[in-house]
Protein backbone atom coordinates (compact mmCIF):
# COMPACT_ATOMS: atom_id res chain seq x y z
CA UNK A 1 0.00 0.00 0.00
CA UNK A 2 2.96 2.73 0.92
CA UNK A 3 4.34 1.79 -2.38
CA UNK A 4 1.31 2.45 -4.39
CA UNK A 5 0.56 5.85 -2.01
CA UNK A 6 4.16 7.08 -2.61
CA UNK A 7 4.06 5.76 -6.63
CA UNK A 8 1.32 7.80 -6.90
CA UNK A 9 2.53 11.08 -5.26
CA UNK A 10 5.67 11.40 -7.46
CA UNK A 11 3.97 11.24 -9.99
CA UNK A 12 1.44 13.71 -9.48
CA UNK A 13 3.92 15.72 -8.37
CA UNK A 14 5.97 15.69 -11.66
CA UNK A 15 2.98 15.89 -13.92
CA UNK A 16 2.19 19.23 -11.80
CA UNK A 17 5.60 20.72 -11.47
CA UNK A 18 6.14 20.08 -14.93
CA UNK A 19 2.84 21.57 -16.31
CA UNK A 20 3.21 24.81 -14.11
CA UNK A 21 6.85 25.43 -14.63
CA UNK A 22 5.95 28.02 -17.13
CA UNK A 23 2.81 29.40 -15.38
CA UNK A 24 1.24 31.99 -13.19
CA UNK A 25 -1.18 33.00 -11.64
CA UNK A 26 -1.69 36.47 -13.98
CA UNK A 27 -0.77 33.67 -17.22
CA UNK A 28 -3.58 32.52 -19.85
CA UNK A 29 -3.27 29.31 -18.02
CA UNK A 30 -4.88 27.48 -15.54
CA UNK A 31 -4.84 23.53 -13.89
CA UNK A 32 -6.93 21.81 -11.47
CA UNK A 33 -7.35 18.73 -9.93
CA UNK A 34 -10.05 16.26 -8.88
CA UNK A 35 -10.78 12.60 -7.24
CA UNK A 36 -12.92 10.37 -9.98
CA UNK A 37 -12.28 6.75 -11.30
CA UNK A 38 -10.85 6.28 -7.63
CA UNK A 39 -7.75 8.20 -8.62
CA UNK A 40 -6.31 11.66 -8.64
CA UNK A 41 -7.12 13.65 -12.09
CA UNK A 42 -5.91 16.69 -13.53
CA UNK A 43 -6.75 18.83 -16.72
CA UNK A 44 -4.65 21.79 -17.55
CA UNK A 45 -5.28 24.45 -20.38
CA UNK A 46 -2.80 26.71 -21.90
CA UNK A 47 -4.38 30.36 -23.55
CA UNK A 48 -7.48 30.56 -21.04
CA UNK A 49 -8.32 30.68 -17.47
CA UNK A 50 -11.90 30.32 -18.30
CA UNK A 51 -13.50 28.43 -15.26
CA UNK A 52 -16.86 28.05 -16.82
CA UNK A 53 -14.78 26.12 -19.41
CA UNK A 54 -13.24 23.87 -17.15
CA UNK A 55 -15.98 22.63 -15.40
CA UNK A 56 -17.56 21.99 -18.67
CA UNK A 57 -14.47 19.73 -18.53
CA UNK A 58 -14.87 18.20 -15.58
CA UNK A 59 -18.76 17.45 -15.62
CA UNK A 60 -18.37 15.91 -19.02
CA UNK A 61 -15.48 13.53 -17.38
CA UNK A 62 -17.99 13.19 -14.28
CA UNK A 63 -20.62 11.49 -16.50
CA UNK A 64 -18.41 8.52 -17.57
CA UNK A 65 -18.20 7.08 -14.16
CA UNK A 66 -22.13 6.39 -14.61
CA UNK A 67 -20.77 4.28 -18.21
CA UNK A 68 -17.67 2.61 -17.26
CA UNK A 69 -17.63 2.20 -13.07
CA UNK A 70 -17.28 -1.39 -12.52
CA UNK A 71 -18.18 -1.00 -8.35
CA UNK A 72 -20.74 2.37 -8.95
CA UNK A 73 -24.45 0.70 -8.84
CA UNK A 74 -26.10 2.91 -10.85
CA UNK A 75 -22.97 2.52 -13.69
CA UNK A 76 -23.84 0.93 -17.20
CA UNK A 77 -20.94 -1.50 -16.52
CA UNK A 78 -22.50 -2.80 -13.12
CA UNK A 79 -25.88 -3.27 -14.58
CA UNK A 80 -24.37 -5.76 -17.43
CA UNK A 81 -21.71 -7.56 -15.04
CA UNK A 82 -24.87 -8.07 -12.37
CA UNK A 83 -27.67 -9.00 -15.21
CA UNK A 84 -28.59 -12.67 -15.25
CA UNK A 85 -28.65 -14.31 -19.05
CA UNK A 86 -31.83 -15.05 -20.59
CA UNK A 87 -32.01 -17.38 -23.69
CA UNK A 88 -31.95 -15.99 -26.48
CA UNK A 89 -31.65 -11.98 -25.02
CA UNK A 90 -28.91 -10.14 -25.75
CA UNK A 91 -28.25 -7.09 -23.79
CA UNK A 92 -28.30 -3.66 -25.21
CA UNK A 93 -25.59 -1.21 -24.37
CA UNK A 94 -24.69 2.29 -24.84
CA UNK A 95 -21.81 3.19 -28.03
CA UNK A 96 -19.26 4.29 -25.58
CA UNK A 97 -19.36 0.46 -24.24
CA UNK A 98 -19.45 -0.88 -27.44
CA UNK A 99 -16.42 0.64 -29.04
CA UNK A 100 -14.21 0.14 -26.09
CA UNK A 101 -15.39 -3.43 -25.95
CA UNK A 102 -15.16 -3.82 -29.71
CA UNK A 103 -11.08 -2.45 -29.89
CA UNK A 104 -10.27 -4.87 -26.81
CA UNK A 105 -11.39 -7.77 -27.94
CA UNK A 106 -9.04 -7.45 -30.97
CA UNK A 107 -5.73 -7.47 -28.34
CA UNK A 108 -7.34 -10.32 -26.35
CA UNK A 109 -6.99 -12.27 -29.44
CA UNK A 110 -3.66 -11.13 -30.45
CA UNK A 111 -2.17 -11.46 -26.97
CA UNK A 112 -3.88 -15.25 -26.78
CA UNK A 113 -5.87 -14.64 -24.26
CA UNK A 114 -3.02 -13.00 -21.43
CA UNK A 115 -5.02 -9.67 -22.09
CA UNK A 116 -8.73 -10.46 -21.22
CA UNK A 117 -11.88 -8.16 -20.32
CA UNK A 118 -13.75 -10.31 -19.33
CA UNK A 119 -11.34 -11.23 -15.84
CA UNK A 120 -13.60 -9.46 -13.46
CA UNK A 121 -14.51 -12.58 -11.70
CA UNK A 122 -10.72 -13.12 -10.59
CA UNK A 123 -9.79 -9.32 -10.58
CA UNK A 124 -12.31 -8.68 -7.74
CA UNK A 125 -10.41 -11.22 -5.34
CA UNK A 126 -7.84 -8.61 -5.40
CA UNK A 127 -8.30 -5.87 -2.77
CA UNK A 128 -5.38 -3.57 -3.03
CA UNK A 129 -6.88 -1.07 -1.34
CA UNK A 130 -6.95 -2.55 2.49
CA UNK A 131 -4.63 -2.11 4.29
CA UNK A 132 -4.57 -6.09 5.52
CA UNK A 133 -4.23 -7.46 2.12
CA UNK A 134 -4.83 -10.73 1.77
CA UNK A 135 -4.47 -12.99 -1.34
CA UNK A 136 -7.40 -15.24 -2.74
CA UNK A 137 -7.06 -18.75 -2.09
CA UNK A 138 -6.04 -21.20 -5.37
CA UNK A 139 -9.52 -22.48 -4.83
CA UNK A 140 -11.14 -19.35 -5.34
CA UNK A 141 -9.20 -18.44 -8.38
CA UNK A 142 -9.98 -21.50 -9.96
CA UNK A 143 -13.26 -21.29 -9.86
CA UNK A 144 -14.14 -17.42 -10.67
CA UNK A 145 -11.91 -18.52 -13.99
CA UNK A 146 -14.63 -20.65 -15.25
CA UNK A 147 -16.17 -17.52 -16.20
CA UNK A 148 -13.23 -15.85 -17.68
CA UNK A 149 -12.72 -15.99 -21.12
CA UNK A 150 -12.96 -13.26 -23.95
CA UNK A 151 -14.57 -15.78 -26.71
CA UNK A 152 -17.37 -16.12 -24.84
CA UNK A 153 -18.50 -12.52 -25.56
CA UNK A 154 -19.22 -10.49 -28.53
CA UNK A 155 -20.55 -6.93 -29.32
CA UNK A 156 -22.52 -6.16 -32.61
CA UNK A 157 -24.46 -3.28 -33.77
CA UNK A 158 -28.11 -3.50 -35.59
CA UNK A 159 -30.71 -0.98 -36.97
CA UNK A 160 -28.43 1.74 -34.93
CA UNK A 161 -28.36 0.48 -31.54
CA UNK A 162 -25.42 -1.73 -30.13
CA UNK A 163 -25.58 -5.08 -28.34
CA UNK A 164 -23.14 -7.47 -26.25
CA UNK A 165 -23.77 -11.28 -26.46
CA UNK A 166 -22.64 -13.85 -24.03
CA UNK A 167 -22.35 -17.33 -24.09
CA UNK A 168 -22.24 -18.64 -20.32
CA UNK A 169 -23.91 -17.26 -17.10
CA UNK A 170 -21.52 -15.13 -14.66
CA UNK A 171 -19.27 -13.60 -17.77
CA UNK A 172 -18.29 -10.38 -15.91
CA UNK A 173 -16.32 -7.09 -17.60
CA UNK A 174 -13.23 -5.36 -16.55
CA UNK A 175 -12.63 -2.35 -17.80
CA UNK A 176 -9.83 -0.91 -15.96
CA UNK A 177 -7.41 -1.41 -18.67
CA UNK A 178 -9.28 0.18 -21.31
CA UNK A 179 -11.73 3.12 -20.10
CA UNK A 180 -9.04 5.86 -19.14
CA UNK A 181 -7.54 5.81 -22.37
CA UNK A 182 -11.11 5.90 -24.10
CA UNK A 183 -12.69 8.40 -22.17
CA UNK A 184 -9.44 10.64 -22.71
CA UNK A 185 -9.94 10.39 -26.52
CA UNK A 186 -13.64 11.59 -25.62
CA UNK A 187 -12.51 14.47 -23.29
CA UNK A 188 -10.01 15.54 -26.06
CA UNK A 189 -12.74 15.18 -28.66
CA UNK A 190 -15.31 17.37 -26.59
CA UNK A 191 -12.16 20.05 -25.52
CA UNK A 192 -11.28 20.89 -29.45
CA UNK A 193 -14.96 21.12 -30.03
CA UNK A 194 -15.16 23.87 -27.12
CA UNK A 195 -11.97 25.51 -29.58
CA UNK A 196 -9.56 24.07 -26.81
CA UNK A 197 -5.85 24.61 -28.77
CA UNK A 198 -3.43 23.32 -25.88
CA UNK A 199 -4.17 21.23 -23.00
CA UNK A 200 -3.27 18.29 -20.79
CA UNK A 201 -5.60 15.88 -19.60
CA UNK A 202 -3.87 13.38 -16.76
CA UNK A 203 -6.51 10.30 -15.93
CA UNK A 204 -4.43 8.98 -12.72
CA UNK A 205 -1.46 8.85 -15.15
CA UNK A 206 -3.02 8.84 -18.16
CA UNK A 207 -1.02 11.30 -20.23
CA UNK A 208 -3.09 13.16 -22.80
CA UNK A 209 -1.74 16.33 -24.78
CA UNK A 210 -3.93 18.46 -26.94
CA UNK A 211 -1.90 20.43 -29.95
CA UNK A 212 1.26 21.95 -28.17
CA UNK A 213 2.05 24.13 -24.90
CA UNK A 214 1.02 27.57 -25.20
CA UNK A 215 3.91 29.69 -23.31
CA UNK A 216 3.16 32.87 -21.67
CA UNK A 217 4.90 34.94 -24.04
CA UNK A 218 2.62 33.19 -26.68
CA UNK A 219 4.65 30.99 -28.26
CA UNK A 220 4.15 27.23 -28.54
CA UNK A 221 6.94 24.09 -27.80
CA UNK A 222 5.66 20.29 -27.27
CA UNK A 223 4.97 19.22 -23.69
CA UNK A 224 7.80 17.83 -21.46
CA UNK A 225 6.07 14.82 -20.15
CA UNK A 226 7.85 13.21 -17.34
CA UNK A 227 7.79 8.79 -17.34
CA UNK A 228 8.02 8.18 -13.31
CA UNK A 229 10.64 5.55 -12.47
CA UNK A 230 9.25 3.30 -9.82
CA UNK A 231 12.84 2.20 -9.20
CA UNK A 232 15.00 5.28 -8.32
CA UNK A 233 15.67 6.50 -5.15
CA UNK A 234 12.09 7.41 -3.12
CA UNK A 235 13.59 9.99 -1.28
CA UNK A 236 14.41 12.54 -4.55
CA UNK A 237 10.73 12.06 -5.08
CA UNK A 238 10.18 15.25 -3.07
CA UNK A 239 8.84 18.40 -5.07
CA UNK A 240 11.73 20.02 -4.84
CA UNK A 241 14.07 17.41 -6.40
CA UNK A 242 12.12 15.50 -8.68
CA UNK A 243 15.13 14.43 -10.93
CA UNK A 244 15.81 11.01 -9.34
CA UNK A 245 12.46 9.57 -10.21
CA UNK A 246 11.99 10.38 -13.52
CA UNK A 247 12.95 7.77 -15.99
CA UNK A 248 12.81 9.93 -19.57
CA UNK A 249 11.48 13.24 -20.08
CA UNK A 250 9.44 12.50 -23.04
CA UNK A 251 8.53 15.68 -25.71
CA UNK A 252 5.07 15.51 -26.40
CA UNK A 253 3.04 17.46 -29.44
CA UNK A 254 -0.64 16.22 -29.84
CA UNK A 255 -0.35 12.68 -28.46
CA UNK A 256 -0.70 10.48 -25.12
CA UNK A 257 1.85 8.71 -22.86
CA UNK A 258 0.24 5.92 -20.86
CA UNK A 259 2.17 3.36 -18.39
CA UNK A 260 1.18 0.20 -16.86
CA UNK A 261 3.41 -0.65 -13.87
CA UNK A 262 3.27 -3.13 -11.04
CA UNK A 263 3.88 -0.29 -8.71
CA UNK A 264 0.40 1.66 -9.60
CA UNK A 265 -1.50 -1.24 -7.26
CA UNK A 266 0.08 -3.65 -5.04
CA UNK A 267 0.14 -5.08 -1.84
CA UNK A 268 3.26 -7.11 -0.24
CA UNK A 269 2.38 -10.98 1.84
CA UNK A 270 4.63 -13.03 3.31
CA UNK A 271 6.89 -11.60 1.21
CA UNK A 272 5.54 -12.29 -1.86
CA UNK A 273 4.85 -9.02 -4.43
CA UNK A 274 1.26 -9.32 -5.50
CA UNK A 275 0.29 -6.50 -8.35
CA UNK A 276 -3.04 -5.69 -10.19
CA UNK A 277 -1.45 -6.78 -13.87
CA UNK A 278 -3.29 -10.21 -14.00
CA UNK A 279 -2.49 -13.00 -16.84
CA UNK A 280 -6.37 -13.76 -17.77
CA UNK A 281 -4.84 -17.79 -18.03
CA UNK A 282 -3.78 -18.14 -14.79
CA UNK A 283 -6.05 -15.70 -12.65
CA UNK A 284 -2.25 -14.89 -10.96
CA UNK A 285 -0.20 -11.82 -10.80
CA UNK A 286 1.78 -11.58 -14.45
CA UNK A 287 5.34 -12.90 -13.33
CA UNK A 288 8.71 -12.10 -15.13
CA UNK A 289 11.05 -9.19 -15.22
CA UNK A 290 9.08 -6.62 -16.59
CA UNK A 291 8.40 -3.12 -14.24
CA UNK A 292 6.62 -0.95 -16.12
CA UNK A 293 5.75 -0.47 -20.00
CA UNK A 294 4.85 2.91 -21.38
CA UNK A 295 3.47 3.33 -24.43
CA UNK A 296 3.27 7.08 -26.69
CA UNK A 297 0.90 7.02 -29.39
CA UNK A 298 -1.89 9.21 -31.05
CA UNK A 299 -5.12 7.64 -29.53
CA UNK A 300 -5.54 7.10 -25.47
CA UNK A 301 -7.66 3.58 -26.07
CA UNK A 302 -4.79 2.88 -28.30
CA UNK A 303 -2.37 4.01 -25.48
CA UNK A 304 -4.55 2.12 -22.53
CA UNK A 305 -4.96 -1.58 -24.63
CA UNK A 306 -1.29 -1.81 -25.56
CA UNK A 307 0.60 -0.51 -22.33
CA UNK A 308 -1.28 -3.84 -20.71
CA UNK A 309 -1.15 -5.64 -23.39
CA UNK A 310 2.62 -5.58 -24.19
CA UNK A 311 3.20 -5.89 -20.40
CA UNK A 312 1.62 -9.28 -20.76
CA UNK A 313 3.52 -9.98 -23.42
CA UNK A 314 6.94 -8.53 -22.68
CA UNK A 315 7.00 -10.91 -19.54
CA UNK A 316 7.26 -14.23 -21.79
CA UNK A 317 9.55 -12.61 -24.04
CA UNK A 318 7.36 -11.75 -26.63
CA UNK A 319 7.22 -8.24 -28.34
CA UNK A 320 4.11 -7.60 -30.73
CA UNK A 321 4.33 -5.51 -34.08
CA UNK A 322 3.37 -1.75 -33.13
CA UNK A 323 0.58 0.47 -34.62
CA UNK A 324 2.18 3.08 -37.14
CA UNK A 325 4.10 6.22 -35.77
CA UNK A 326 3.59 4.48 -31.70
CA UNK A 327 6.88 4.36 -29.49
CA UNK A 328 7.17 2.05 -26.37
CA UNK A 329 9.89 2.20 -23.45
CA UNK A 330 10.34 -1.01 -21.20
CA UNK A 331 11.00 -0.54 -17.70
CA UNK A 332 12.97 -3.78 -16.14
CA UNK A 333 13.27 -4.93 -12.35
CA UNK A 334 17.00 -5.35 -12.66
CA UNK A 335 16.80 -1.33 -14.40
CA UNK A 336 17.27 -2.26 -17.58
CA UNK A 337 15.41 -0.67 -20.31
CA UNK A 338 14.41 -1.35 -23.85
CA UNK A 339 12.86 1.07 -26.85
CA UNK A 340 10.57 0.30 -29.48
CA UNK A 341 9.44 2.23 -32.06
CA UNK A 342 9.42 6.12 -32.40
CA UNK A 343 9.94 6.70 -28.62
CA UNK A 344 13.74 7.81 -29.01
CA UNK A 345 12.08 10.81 -31.56
CA UNK A 346 10.26 12.21 -28.31
CA UNK A 347 13.65 12.01 -26.13
Excluded at 87 to 99: H, M, N, P, T, V
Excluded at 203 to 227: H, P, S, T
Excluded at 291 to 306: N, P, Q, T
Aim: one cysteine or more.
Amino acid sequence: MLRRITAILCTVIIFMSLLTACSSDEGRSMTRTFFMFDTVVGISLYGTRDEALMEECRSYLEGFEDVFSATRETSELYRINHSVITDGEDLKIGSDLFDAIRRSLEWCELTEGRFDITIRPVSQLYDFATESFEPPTPESIEDALKHVSYKNISVYENNGEFFLHRNIPGIMLDLGAVSKGYISDRLKEFMIGKGVKSAVIDLGGNIMCIGDKILENGEEEAFNIGVYNPLSEEEACTENETDGSQSIILKISDGCVITSGIYQRSAEKDGTLYHHILDARTGLPSAGNVEAVSVVCREGIMGDILSTSLFLLAQDGIKAELPEGTGVMYLYRDGSREYDGCIRDMM
